[in-house]
């Protein structure tokens, strides 16, 4: 195992209750009233489009394009002062272990997020002195491929962590060993799985890898 490629979102920490505290501000701030918490499990995974599609019909509001885009820049900018306020606190419990056990065995670490927010995050986290290379928005389209060329190490030699089937799809595509980090419905396919983050251990993975790569 030489590579390993970590979502932001659900594996480093929880981004979701993020952007759904910046959503909340741009309601109170557009429309004088907050969304309230119980909506938050309809927004967890949903990109910003989606999102902003669920504000709007929460309120029974239109936006035309611009307006759309207008309320997107908000959103990030609410969304930056969140961010401002992570702490090591809000990490994943166990990961920064995991991350230690990884660096410490010269496994080069990269960290994906699509909305191009993983350099602030693991900065403000602490954890940015063992990550080779954070994931842009440039990197979306093909993440897994991208970032494994970027670590330069072949794909084969990679493993993901991921929590939703789409990236688990795309991992396993750019032939990566795939660790799903979540319930196993919505895992299908992982060359591996566990129930919680904190049941990740270096010797797993490596083993997992091992038994796995030959065949990608």
């Given at each position: 195992?030489?590579?390993?490629?970590?979502?932001?979102?659900g594996?480093?920490?929880?981004?979701?209750?993020?952007?759904?505290?910046?959503?909340?501000?741009?309601?109170m701030y557009e429309y004088g009233m907050g969304l309230p918490g119980k909506l938050a499990e309809d927004f967890k995974g949903l990109d910003r489009n989606a999102a902003l599609d669920q504000v709007l019909n929460h309120f029974n509001a239109n936006a035309?394009?611009?307006?759309?885009?207008?309320?997107?820049a908000e959103q990030d900018q609410f969304y930056g002062q969140v961010l401002a306020d992570l702490s090591e606190d809000d990490l994943v419990p166990g990961i920064k272990r995991l991350l230690v056990a990884l660096y410490d065995h010269?496994?080069?670490?990269?960290?994906?997020?699509?909305?191009?927010?993983?350099?602030?995050?693991?900065?403000?986290?602490?954890?940015?002195e063992f990550i080779?290379?954070?994931?842009?928005?440039?990197?979306?389209?093909?993440?897994?491929?991208?970032?494994?060329?970027?670590?330069?190490?072949?794909?084969?030699?990679?493993?993901?962590?991921?929590?939703?089937?789409?990236?688990?799809?795309?991992?396993?595509?750019?032939?990566?060993?795939?660790?799903?980090?979540g319930s196993?419905?919505?895992?299908v396919g992982a060359d591996y799985?566990?129930?919680?983050?904190?049941?990740?251990?270096y010797q797993m993975l490596e083993k997992v890898w091992e038994d796995t790569h030959e065949s990608k």
């Open positions: 195992m030489q590579g390993a490629i970590l979502n932001v979102n594996i480093i920490t929880d981004l979701d209750r993020l952007q759904f505290a910046a959503w909340q501000k741009v309601a035309d394009k611009d307006g759309r885009q207008e309320l997107l010269y496994v080069k670490l990269a960290v994906n997020d699509p909305a191009g927010h993983g350099g602030e995050i693991t900065k403000q986290l602490k954890l940015d080779d290379v954070v994931g842009t928005k440039a990197d979306a389209a093909q993440p897994y491929r991208s970032l494994a060329a970027k670590l330069a190490v072949p794909a084969t030699g990679c493993i993901a962590l991921v929590t939703k089937q789409a990236d688990l799809k795309q991992a396993a595509a750019a032939r990566l060993t795939t660790i799903g980090v196993a419905d919505q895992l799985r566990v129930s919680q983050g904190g049941d990740l251990r």
